[in-house]
Nanobody, 125 residues
Framework: QVQLVESGGGSVQAGGSLRLSCAAS????????MAWFRQAPGKEREGIAS???????VYVDSVRGRFTISKDNANTTLYLQMNSLKPEDTAMYYC???????????????????WGQGTQVTVSS
């Protein structure tokens, strides 16, 4: 059974940093799609960062240059380093994974089968 468990969320002041982790059991981040999504109250879930099977990491404009997606060498943990946080980054953050191939922009939620339960990030001004 595949489980993805996020951690690392919390409350931080604007300009601060957080590092989110997504630990996988029954699954390895190797050869498939992986991404981070977020959902703010009253808004749709949006993909913000993905690691495609080919090419470089992809980011939405709102986080590019501030957030970095990566994974560990054992392919069991996905990370999202978030710097220069802004109040508009406040949301529930989810990691997602899927064993199918994806190259290029892989930020649609419909591309992912496995989801974590989410971790809350709150940024105050």
């Amino acid at each position: 059974q595949v489980q993805l468990v996020e951690s690392g969320g919390g409350s931080v002041q604007a300009g601060g940093s957080l590092r989110l982790s997504c630990a996988a059991s029954g699954y390895t981040f190797n050869g498939g799609r992986m991404a981070w999504f977020r959902q703010a109250p009253g808004k749709e879930r949006e993909g913000i960062a993905s690691l495609p099977n080919a090419g470089d990491a992809v980011y939405v404009d709102s986080v590019r240059g501030r957030f970095t997606i990566s994974k560990d060498n054992a392919n069991t943990t996905l990370y999202l380093q978030m710097n220069s946080l802004k109040p508009e980054d406040t949301a529930m953050y989810y990691c997602a994974a899927d064993p199918r191939w994806c190259s290029g922009v892989c930020l649609s939620q419909y591309l992912y089968h496995y989801w974590g339960q989410g971790t809350q990030v709150t940024v105050s001004s």
